[in-house]
């Protein structure tokens, strides 16, 4: 199972627009696609509620595991670069 | 004719007959099986997939986008499927949905901030999952003609459902100017009222005229009110565009007209809206949500971002000001009972962490780098020692000009010492008015007591800057205050040298205060001295310049 650890670039966190492409992906993708932080337990990546409950804050480290399947690796790709991505500098609630 | 006060968030005056939206609350047994509660999930999301397809505004779609996902989240699923195990019909299936989002609510509630918002898109979800199961499901709201939309609250949902084209104006009970509403209104360019408690008294059929830059709502309007709100509102938008450059008095006398920022792209509008600099530049965003002070180059990159974008013009810079209702989490360790009173501001230098120090460095490398004319001040300054300390700390990395925040009652009378100590100073109102008034300004029950427009806030905010004038020190005002017209000719006359407001205010106070001179300022800022409430301050400054 492939699996890469990212840190979170955008400054709201895993929130609004970064955790809504992220379980996008995640969904469409037809993998079973896990998130949570390094060495914790690890959230189905298709949830937006198991996304948004982690907490996750700007510049945490998170490990994304992809379940081995056809094109696991451009999924996982897929999803380090949402991750890894800053989503919101216009964010409003500066 | 009847009159309804709230906050006013989107200019306009409009008159329409009132559209009443109520939201469905089912408050009766709603039998189904677990078959049919799947079913009214699914249906509830795919109607907020196509409100999100139509929706006018990208926020309010990507907010309905998102709570579709919810209505299909695989987790909410389970959480339903292990509450309704038998395949039989339950003579009432209301507890074990609200029971299947309550894990969630508390998880995110618990998490605060941005993530306690998605509480309200949660209890959303379960309502109109009970609504569709019982059949009562709040159709699409269908406006025959052009209307005045009242209601509670308004989510994106609603909002989403309403043909704008017949939309006059939005008026809700609740909500604040950072609220969904607001922000949908001031995005479509149409007056809206939020916070107004007595807008439950309005029914369908109502005639009103809404003021949404005054905050009025007035039921059956007399033709001459109407008119009156009218000339005032185009006079106002008149003015505004008709002055443009520096801000000035019909006099020439010069006011700074400076803009506040907290990110690289608030920097960008304030220098498209003709800013003469940065009036207040807000550290807290990089900070905010950080388990680990971010390292100096990460601070000297946004701030260089800052000054470039407003290259050549001034930016005066608050250092961290985390506390109270700002907590950083690496900073704000300890509980405080009282934090609006706690540890907060400057006084973080108590913890000798040295994040202040190392701000100030990374403030005066990315000064050098890009040239700027940098002033920075501290917050929640209470002493004259606390001045030193922060002027020598900022000397020694080289800037120039280091000033105070004047915003506690101690600063203000000890100005003539405070400000002896420092270059400048700028009055924070809304902290100054929190403090003076001994009113949380958080607390919309307190409202009346919360106004910069007292004359015990103007009290504050005259000695401070009497003591300024005769130490020749530049004295600003960075807070709301600053962003009201006739409030700013009041502080003008008080002898306030620069003004510093949200950039879409600027254009209507350097519209207002190119047509009133120096010595109308200082008759109207007497009159606001000597008032013995902000009504009355108000009332009184508003008859002589509006006339």
């Given at each position: 199972m492939p699996s890469q650890v990212v840190t979170v670039a955008?400054?709201?966190?895993?929130?609004a627009r970064p955790a809504s492409l992220l379980v996008k992906a995640a969904a469409s993708s037809g993998l079973s696609c896990t998130i949570g932080r390094v060495g914790d337990k690890a959230v189905n990546a298709a949830s937006m509620l198991m996304v948004l409950a982690l907490g996750v804050k700007f510049g945490e480290e998170l490990e994304i595991t992809v379940a081995d399947g056809e094109n696991a690796d451009s999924v996982l790709g897929t999803l380090a670069d949402i991750v890894g991505t800053n989503h919101d500098e216009d964010n409003p609630h500066a | 004719m009847s009159s309804f006060n709230g906050i006013g968030v989107s200019p306009g005056v409009v008159v329409g007959e009132v559209h009443r939206i109520r939201h469905t609350v089912v408050d009766h047994e709603v039998p189904g099986t677990p078959r049919q509660v799947l079913d009214a999930l699914e249906a509830v999301a795919a109607d907020l997939e196509r409100r999100a397809i139509a929706a006018d505004i990208e926020v309010a779609r990507e907010v309905l986008q998102a709570q579709a996902m919810i209505a299909q989240d695989p987790a909410l699923v389970e959480a339903i499927g292990a509450r309704l195990t038998d395949d039989i019909t339950y003579p009432d299936v209301r507890p074990a949905i609200r029971d299947a989002f309550s894990g969630f609510r508390a998880a995110l509630e618990s998490l605060g901030g941005y993530f306690a918002e998605r509480v309200h898109d949660l209890d959303e979800i379960a309502d109109r999952t009970i609504a569709e199961l019982s059949g009562e499901k709040s159709g699409p709201v269908i406006l025959s003609a052009p209307s005045v939309i009242v209601a509670d609250d308004l989510t994106p949902a609603d909002t989403a459902a309403l043909d704008m084209r017949y939309c006059l104006a939005l008026v809700v009970a609740k909500g604040g100017p950072t609220s969904h509403t607001a922000i949908v209104a001031r995005g479509l360019g149409i007056p809206a009222v939020v916070g107004?408690?007595?807008?439950?008294q309005l029914e369908s059929g109502d005639v009103v005229m809404v003021d949404g830059r005054h905050g009025l709502v007035e039921r059956n309007p007399d033709e001459a009110t109407v008119l009156h709100h009218k000339t005032r509102e185009d006079a106002l938008r008149a003015r505004a565009a008709a002055v443009t450059g520096p801000g000035r008095l019909s006099d020439s006398t010069p006011v700074n007209l400076l803009a506040n920022a907290g990110s690289v792209s608030d920097a960008v509008s304030a220098a498209n809206a003709g800013a003469?600099?940065?009036?207040l530049f807000r550290t807290e965003l990089l900070f905010l949500s950080r388990e680990t002070e971010p390292s100096v180059d990460e601070q000297v990159a946004l701030y260089t971002d800052v000054f470039t974008a407003m290259a050549g013009h001034k930016v005066v810079v608050r250092t961290l000001d985390a506390g109270s209702d700002k907590p950083v989490p690496f900073l704000n360790t300890v509980p405080e009972e009282n934090p609006a009173l706690g540890v907060r501001g400057w006084r973080l230098t108590r913890n000798g962490t040295g994040v202040m120090r190392r701000q100030l460095q990374a403030l005066a490398q990315a000064a050098t780098d890009t040239h700027t004319d940098l002033w920075v001040m501290a917050p929640m300054i209470d002493t004259p020692a606390e001045a030193a300390d922060f002027a020598a700390q900022a000397r020694e990395f080289g800037i120039r000009h280091v000033g105070v925040m004047i915003e506690t009652p101690a600063a203000a009378l000890l100005a003539d010492k405070v400000l002896a100590e420092v270059d400048f100073g700028s009055l924070g109102t809304n902290d100054l008015t929190q403090y003076v008034m001994a009113a949380?300004?958080?607390d919309a029950r307190l409202s009346d007591l919360t106004d910069s427009w007292h004359p015990a806030v103007l009290r504050a905010i005259s000695l401070a800057a009497t003591n300024a004038t005769t130490l020749a020190r530049p004295l600003g005002v960075c807070g709301?205050?600053?962003?009201d017209p006739h409030l700013a000719a009041v502080l003008v006359g008080l002898g306030v040298t620069s003004l510093s407001m949200a950039p879409v205010a600027l254009a209507e106070v350097r519209g207002f205060l190119a047509t009133v001179d120096r010595a109308t300022c200082i008759e109207v800022s007497q009159i606001a001295l000597a008032a013995s409430s902000a009504e009355e301050a108000k009332a009184m400054v508003s008859a002589v310049l509006e006339s």
């Open positions: 955008s400054s709201v966190g895993l929130h | 107004c408690n007595d807008a439950e003469e600099g940065i009036g949380d300004r958080l709301e205050a600053a962003a």
